[in-house]
């Protein structure tokens, strides 16, 4: 069984800052990388950042974000600047670093709520 527990969404002004954290427990062994989704209202799921030793960022938000492990199973997206168009649900993932980069797993955590006020 596994586990992913998000926390740190809120509600911000646009070019503020916010810390998600998650953290992983179960049968996490043989997974060697996390990622962070977002949601937003009537879009499709999209991966914003992962890490697996290398790091993976979406074009939107190259330079504002930064993703990083805490330990094995516990890893942080830093948001900085952030912009309405940010606005979504923030999951984590378990996943694998392939040669091509990330690759999801079925793990999600609950989500987290990130609106970004203009």
């Known amino acids: 069984q596994v586990q992913l527990v998000e926390s740190g969404g809120g509600l911000v002004q646009a070019g503020g800052s916010l810390r998600l954290s998650c953290t992983a427990s179960?049968?996490?062994?043989?997974?060697?990388?996390m990622g962070w989704y977002r949601q937003a209202p009537g879009k499709q799921r999209e991966l914003v950042a992962a890490?697996?030793?290398?790091t993976e960022y979406a074009d939107s938000v190259k330079g504002r974000f930064t993703i990083s492990r805490g330990n094995a199973n516990t890893v942080y997206l830093q948001m900085n600047s952030l912009k309405p168009e940010d606005t979504a649900i923030y999951y984590c993932?378990?996943?694998?670093?392939?040669?091509?980069?990330?690759?999801?797993?079925?793990?999600w955590g609950q989500g987290t709520q990130v609106s970004v006020s203009s």
């Open positions: 179960g049968r996490i062994f043989s997974f060697n990388a």
């Open positions: 890490i697996g030793g290398p």
């Open positions: 993932n378990l996943g694998q670093w392939a040669g091509y980069g990330y690759a999801s797993s079925n793990y």
